[in-house]
């Protein structure tokens, strides 16, 4: 599937009763980059698991390539193009390396795999390992690749470097960076090391306390000490 | 030395009875993640039903059989969608809780319309007939049933592990919420599975009648078997059902021809020390 | 003109409902041809389920039943530790007891305020031992439930066998919850005997045994098989099917039973319970029991006297379904014929109970000793 | 707001649902002291509304006493069974063992002499904690369905050893004939009940209330921790098996009072008492009134006990199929059990009184 | 010899992988050593190893002296080795407050006591508010831990471990999925423990590493392939073949 435009008019979604996100609206053109950034325990996770359809809505609109799909159950949302990279990485732990990327790829043929196995060389060795067996950094290429094998239009990735040899992390967002230029798939990242952030995408995204506080460009956000200070910023310490 | 023989085609042939009414269950509680305490009640609906369409409709044993599968999965439907898709993850207590209140409601209604007496599936002859085994002769049927064991336990093993089908299913059971997101449609992967597990219940129900009769109080009666032997295998493992099933099988057999009187105490001594080994079951699915 | 209450408790749902079933058809069947009153006192009837031995509950039951719903009469009880549970209350209560089933010979001498008018193991088992003999059987194996009644039949069983001449070779104790036989059945082959003596609870359990009995050829091998009439109930013969032709069981009653009484009886209780098929021995306990309780209501009309009813019934004879019978003054447990029968089948090809001998004014064997 | 929006419209109403939000959340940033000594206000009240609750039963069902008293025997089996699967995450099936080995204690003891009855429980309850001691020396080495597949096992084995011996149990006709002398020497255990029942309760609330220290204890708190991730605890520094084992003495012992409560109530005692059927039906009715409060234990032993007496007066024959129901409706309406309920209709209450109104 | 800790030999593979190969390391007192390389050269495992979870095939660990090999994980604990959890494991139905407050009682070998109430003693209660205050975790600190964000819990996870009074102290990745804004609380939480302390750090944030190490140790496929100061690991062309690439930090530092 090729990149499609994502498009979220005044989402609030949240767990149970509580109330995370509020009023969320933005809208990312097809092969975009979007980082997302805020501090902890801001709504980052909830956000891409609202989108994904994991959590509770309580109102708002979600359009896939203009059409809406906030009503839609997250698997018929994946099977239109949504995939999502979990912060807890959630792999199937009773099921193999390679089964769990077969789970992954929807109505593709198993020859796609070696896409995955290229991608992360790790992964090709441990093939016949557990879920569970994995290294923490195994299991976050393994959720990685998982996804990226479904052939999502739209990729939403939460942390996905957490837990990576540096050396993987560059080549990951490389890969990261080729995939939405070549016009396979618009990206939405979370991630908490700025740098990289702002590195990877055209245009951020700031929550705080489940609203978006600011939106703009990497450039004008790099170039704003001061909004940085305040809402990623070193946080003061008590 | 012909006694030992002897004692050995017993304790199979109980053995593989034991495993094609106890697979469904593995499936559900290994698999599905489902302590479906209910089994027992499904198996004995598809006795009814096989006792019934024998006896007021003519059918022949094939014929009822079949019927009995299509019309326990046809029950087991609605019981899906409307009950068990709610426990699905659910703590295990709620699960049992759920599966024991459906087990007393299928109790109390088919001793209503069924009445309390023991229910027969007529054998046909070429099974009814005991086959000469050269020291022996053995019941038609108890070869049967070995058979049925054994191409069951070949085709579930395939499916569940060989096919994309077994694979989603178990990815959705690992972790359902992640399956959905990857696009496992995992409520129709639920359904399935379960009519599947449903469909062995009933295949197990009518081909095990011989060795355990229909009657109401079946679903509780053996409930407990039902649930050790599941465990001990390992749930959700279609070999480790196997040779649970054949282990004690065995146990039971030879224990009860020994020293009858301990028969009992045989079987749960062997079970405790079992576990004590094993204590994920024989074959269990590691966590 | 008072309303006479009559508690029965007794298996209406669960493994044994069958047998609960038949209480209430017993009840119903005397209360159908003798009419719901006595001397003009109404009788109504309670049931309690009490599904499976717990004497706890029993006692619970019971006492609501003389507390909450003051019956002046208690009925019913199918297993010897319920009827344990409601024996020391009875003095108090000022109720008789009449026990429709539970067979084990101990209860009766618990409380002098029970009158039991169905049967115990030892004395339908008794005759058997004879009748080995008679039939040329020297050497038996006994294979029973490792259970109260199973042990009692065992016992009873070797006694009389013993005492008639013959040698039990082997004594097999069975769990209760045994689904194979098969092993048991080797192991009978195994001891040369020339017959098998079984006790099982009626049910899946027994199916399984006459089944594996008939499946592993012993039957062709000629080893004879005996029991006391619990293992071919009428309502387990259809599922016991061919198989369970020539079985000799002894028992108090049988359903084919040839009177006028008995027929009587049986055409009023299959109307109550719904089918002849489901018809079973418990049916004539409560049948005769109610004939005990009308009686007790009439001696002491109608007024809550439990020791003046209890009086009233000793001794008393009459003829039942199953034959004559009549209460023994000292034990208060019924005097009744014993049968012998064979599993026939009948002119429509249906399987019964074919009475060929009786053995008449048998007394319970098993208080004598006690 | 967009009125237009059709997501908007039918998504689940937006305004009339009780929830908080997170910003309502910001607690203060001191830890504040209070906690413990409202939750001793709060167990002190539930204690005096048992006592409350089962004053009343005295006197609004005068006739049930025989019926009420088993009650409080099975409601104790629960309680200790709450200590196990409620606390520490134990599943078991055979917990009957206890119980029963507590009421063949009591039964035994009598037999042969011993007739005052609070002796005659602090028998029963020592047998229960040895019972539980083996039970849990055995139990304690699997997990998961392993753990329960050997609970039944011993439960089955301690069946049958009790079958077998019958020169001391009774086997399956019931360990009968003895009697216990009245209570303080004046109140004797009669037909009418009262003071077994009045006995059973005082039993009753003295045990829930030790219970509840027990549960409030760093030992109850250690327990629920293991029951939530026993690697964890390790790595605190803190031994599982031990702490396991202590439990499931103590849940031994209070499990025997309840048998010894039920032996000295009926005295008999039959094969049921270490039956897989009481052990299962104590589970449901602890996990339908919710599990690790204690309280679930009462109102599950309570609600399903009075149901089932009532269907099956009612219909004698078919009333399972009620039974079962009720065991279905409250998996959908409230699965963490019926105490669970409670607790959630006060947060919803409190929910929708501080939630409402979005800015 | 003066190490507070050492392990030598250490060795274990799982099936056919060696995933601990012959590996010695030493600690001092008060030492502050990076553990890094690449994803499954064996990290976790050897924290494992040492903490007593897994059993090596070969080798010893000597604490302060004494040989622990033997002992199983809990009397490792007590001993003073502790841990923090990669995958953080915590009591999903408890509050943080709850969580640090047993360990503290657990320390203090008051855990398993049946008299006596958990809450009200206000030393304890004292000790367990400065440690979540530390943590920046006071506004958490009553909710159920399922309810916080994930980088909430790793704190926690170091909270208990602090409440531990450790001798030596793991660290695995303990900022990871902790966003840079907060890892200063890490850092400062690690600067208040006590100098005698002995902390291994395992992490994947160079800048986090670097500035914290004194020493780093680099493990790739089960071995030890460098030990050296943090100036001297980026210049180190194995090492950054294998694990740092072109990390640009590590290129400034170097
Ligand atoms: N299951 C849940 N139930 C209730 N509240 C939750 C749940 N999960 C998260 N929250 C709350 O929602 C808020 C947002 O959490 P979220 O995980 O989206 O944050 P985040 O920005 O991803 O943080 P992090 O950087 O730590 O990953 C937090 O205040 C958290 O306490
Ligand atoms: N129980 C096990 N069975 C089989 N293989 C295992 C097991 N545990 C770990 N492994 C393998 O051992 C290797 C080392 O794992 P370990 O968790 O120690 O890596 P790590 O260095 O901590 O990596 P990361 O930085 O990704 O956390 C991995 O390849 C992993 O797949
Ligand atoms: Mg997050
Ligand atoms: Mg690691």
Redesign the interface.
Known sequence: MPAESLEVRRLSAGYGPTVVLEDVSFSVPAGARLSILGRNGMGKTTLLSSLMGLTRRYGGEILLGGRDVAGLKSCDRALRGLGLVPQTRDIFRSLTVEENLIAGLKDRPRSALEEAYEMFPRLRERRRNLGWQLSGGEQQMLSTARTILGRPSVLLLDEPLEGLAPVICEELMAAFVRLASGGEMTILLVEQRIESALDFADSVLILERGRIVWQGTSEALRSDERLVEQYIGVGTVH | MQTVFSIAIDAFAYGMALFIICIGLSLTMGLMRVVNLAHGAFAMIAGYIASYAQRELGAGYAAALLLAILGTVAVSIPLERFLYRRIYGSPQLTQVLMTIGITFCVIGITNFFFGPTLKTIALPASLSTPVDLGFRAVAGHRLFVMACGLVVAAGLWFLIERTAFGIRLRATVDNAGMADALGVRTQAVYAVSFAIAMGLAALGGVVGAEFLPIEPYYALRYMVTFLVVVSVGGAGSIPGALLACLVLGAIDTTGRYLMPDFGNFFFYAAVIAIVCVFPRGFLGRAQ | ADTVKVGIIGPFSGPFALQGKNFQAGVEAYMALNGKSVKGHEVEVIYRDLPAANPQQSRALAQELIVKDKVQYLGGVYFTPDAMAITPLLAQANTPLVIFNAATSAIMTQSPLVVRTSFTTAQTTTPLGKIAIERGIRKVITAVSDYGPGIDAEVAFKKAFEAAGGQVVESVRMPLSTNDFSPIMQRIRDSKADAVFAFLPSGPTTLGFVKAYNETGLKQAGIKFLAPGDLTQESDLPALGDGALGLLTTFHYAVSHDSPENKRFVEAASKAIGGAEQLSFPAVGAYDGMHVIYKMIEATDGKQDAKKAVDAVKGMAWTSPRGPVSIDPETRHVTENIYLREVAKDANGRLYNKEIQTFPNQKDPGLATQ | M?PS????A???A?SS???????G???S???A?T???S?LVRDAAGVAAIAAIGAAGYWLF??????L??VI?VALLALSLDLV?GYCGV?TLGHATLFGAGAYAAGMACLRGVTEPMTLVLIGAAAGAAAGLVMGA?ML??????Q???S???V??AH?AA??A?AFT?????L??F?PSPLFGTFAF????RTAYLFGLALLVGVFVVLK??V???????C??IK??P??I??????VF??LL?MFV?SGAVAGTGGAL?AL?????????VS??LS?NA??ML??GG?GSLYGALVGTVVFMGFEHTV??VN?????????????A???VA??GLGGLAGRLR?AVR?AGG?RG?P | MSDLFRVEGLSKSFGGLAVSRNVDLAMGAGERLALIGPNGAGKTTFVNLVTGQIRPSAGRVILGGEDVTGLGAVRRVRKGLVRTFQVTRLFSDMTPEEHVTLTVLRREGRAARILGRFRGDPAVSGEVEGILGTLGLLEVARRKVREIAYGQQRLLEIAIALALRPKVLLLDEPAAGVPSSETPRIEQALGHLPPSLAVLMIEHDMDLVFRFAKRVVVLAAGEIIFEGLPAQVAANEKVREAYLGNYAHARRVA
């Open positions: 967009q929006s059709p997501s908007f039918s998504s689940p937006a649902e009780g929830r908080s939000r997170v910003r959340h910001a607690a940033p001191r830890l002291g906690r413990a000594g939750s005068p006739d049930n006493l025989a019926l008293t088993r025997a699967v599943a055995v080495r699997a997990h998961g369905l392993a329960l597949v050997l039944i096992a011993i089955q084995l049958e079958n077998k019958s009774g086997g399956s006709d019931g009968a004939g009697s009669d037909l009418w009940g220290f027990v409030a204890s760093p030992f109850g708190m250690l629920r921790g939530e991730d690697v964890r390790r790595a605190m520094g803190a031994f031990p702490v202590k103590i039920a109530s009926t005295q008999v005692v039959g094969l049921d008492s897989f059927e299962a589970l449901v996990v339908l599990l099956s007066a004698p024959f078919h009333w399972m199929t009620m039974v079962g129901a009720l065991l279905i409250v998996v959908l699965p963490g947060a929910g939630g979005r």
